[in-house]
């Protein structure tokens, strides 16, 4: 592994369903982030860990959880997905506690939600 | 609220330069940053900017005006590669990146 992965790819989900979507970064960051980004807006912050064993919440955290129970790990879950989520999500990471380190982002994953 | 104004989309031909414009208002100001993102990829760093003025890394430059809450990104000799979306982003007064929508560029031969 090299950077950050996520997976899966691409997703189609029924409404109503729950899903996570994984991060895993090997650059031992302590920082991590999850954004969604839609057609016409910026990157939108959803939530954000600035070390492992905390968490935090963005502009649009709801209906969205996330853990970090490790360093290497970011999972995002949504407990009953609407359409509403339909979007790009990108994990990043930086290397330090302070904002102004260099973001990171993995390839990210397209979810569908019908 | 807090606010992030690109172009939406700017066209360019091939070995020309080019400038995208940002300005901002946020609640605080921690530094601004520009992102690359080609077409289904994942955005990719540029540069950093924290003081006034021009900040050069080979084709690009940076230039920032807090004061005007003002940047710009300057592509030079412009290749069909850089064909992609330009992202302007500031760290605010809680070290939150606040994103602008991005500018869509297109190089044209």
């Known amino acids: 592994i090299a950077g950050i992965t996520q997976a899966p790819t691409s997703q189609i989900l029924a409404a109503g369903r729950r899903m996570t979507l994984r991060c895993t970064q090997d650059?031992?960051?302590?920082?991590m982030y999850w954004y969604r980004q839609d057609l016409g807006l910026g990157l939108r912050l959803i939530h954000y860990?600035?070390?492992?064993?905390?968490?935090g919440k963005g502009e649009v955290p709801d209906g969205y959880s996330v853990s970090r129970a490790n360093t290497d790990d970011f999972p995002l879950t949504l407990a009953s997905a609407v359409p509403s989520q339909t979007s790009v999500y990108f994990c990043?990471?930086?290397?330090?506690?302070?904002?102004?380190?260099?973001?990171?982002f993995g390839p990210g994953t397209r979810l569908t939600v019908l | 609220g807090q606010n992030i104004d690109q172009p939406t989309e700017m066209t360019a031909t091939e070995g020309a330069i080019v400038q995208i414009n940002c300005t901002y208002q946020?609640?605080?100001?921690?530094?601004l940053f520009w992102y690359q993102q080609h077409a289904g990829e994942a955005p990719t760093f540029l540069s950093y900017?924290?003081l006034d003025g021009l900040e050069e890394k080979g084709r690009f430059s940076s230039f920032l005006s807090r004061s005007k809450g003002y940047s710009y990104l300057l592509l030079k000799e412009l290749q069909m590669k850089d064909s992609a979306s330009y992202l302007c982003?500031?760290?605010?007064?809680?070290?939150?990146?606040?994103w602008g929508a991005g500018t869509k560029l297109i190089i044209k031969p």
């Open positions: 990043a990471s930086s290397e330090g506690l302070a904002g102004t380190d260099t973001q990171y």
């Open positions: 650059m031992r960051h302590n920082a």
């Open positions: 860990s600035n070390t492992a064993g905390t968490t």
């Open positions: 946020t609640s605080g100001f921690n530094g």
């Open positions: 900017n924290v």
């Open positions: 982003a500031v760290l605010d007064s809680n070290y939150q990146l606040i």
